[in-house]
């Protein structure tokens, strides 16, 4: 298996545009998680799935932000406008079933708005 | 309010020695607590968890501690290898899938 796959490695773009963070997980896996890691706070949750359903959203900062799994190999990140305090570099991770916590990361989206 | 935290930023030893970071939590109703370490430029990648049920637990190299009185967490690296280098995070399972992190510790192995 590729492991957990994230598109793009590297974005960069300007405040006020709209940016999609795309995820696609380990086959076969049931959760689906959305973090971002900034040096200052660290890796925060800001969503995650089941069954490509939400769970928890309670992390998402704000209506900028929006997630979704329309399938159960598919996730998108929304950032709708963006601004500067969103550059950070944000992960998407899989795990096999809403108890197993070994969650397997992707190699992260580096996003930088200037 | 619930805070995973650890107690050094950065950690230097030499190679071969062993290493020993550490990790506070404050929910003390966490189901578990897991290890991971992250290289540069890449994902987490997990590396050893335990469960609030245990207080040791030994893998490959690596012991997790867990001491629920203080709210403690350590993991021990033996015989550091250059590929130890990494830095290195606490995460506290809580509810159904929750996992918080700690801020992270770097790992230095100095040759």
């Known amino acids: 298996d590729a492991g957990v796959i994230q598109s793009p490695r590297h974005e960069v773009t300007e405040m006020g545009q709209e940016v999609t963070l795309r995820c696609k997980p380990i086959s076969g896996h049931n959760s689906l998680f959305w973090y971002r890691q900034t040096m200052m706070r660290g890796l925060e949750l800001l969503i995650y799935f089941n069954n490509n359903v939400p769970i928890d959203d309670s992390g998402m900062p704000e209506d900028r932000f929006s997630a979704k799994m329309p399938n159960a190999s598919f996730s998108t990140l929304k950032i709708q406008p963006s601004e500067p305090r969103d550059s950070a570099v944000y992960f998407c991770a899989s795990s096999l079933t809403i108890k197993n916590t070994e969650a397997f990361f992707g190699q992260g989206t580096r996003l930088t708005v200037v | 309010g619930e805070s995973v935290g650890l107690h050094l930023p950065t950690l230097s030893v030499q190679e071969g020695d062993n290493s020993i970071i550490n990790c506070a939590y404050s929910?003390?109703?966490?189901?578990?607590f897991i290890w991971y370490k992250q290289e540069s430029g890449k994902g987490p990648q997990f590396i050893i968890d335990i469960r609030s049920n245990m207080d040791k637990r030994q893998g490959q190299r690596v012991t997790v501690l867990l001491n629920k009185t203080v709210k403690h967490l350590s993991l021990q690296i033996a015989a550091t290898q250059p590929g130890d280098s990494a830095v290195y995070f606490c995460a506290e399972v809580q509810g159904a899938q929750k996992l918080v992190f700690g801020q992270g510790t770097r790992l230095t192995i100095n040759p």
């Open positions: 929910n003390s109703a966490s189901d578990y």
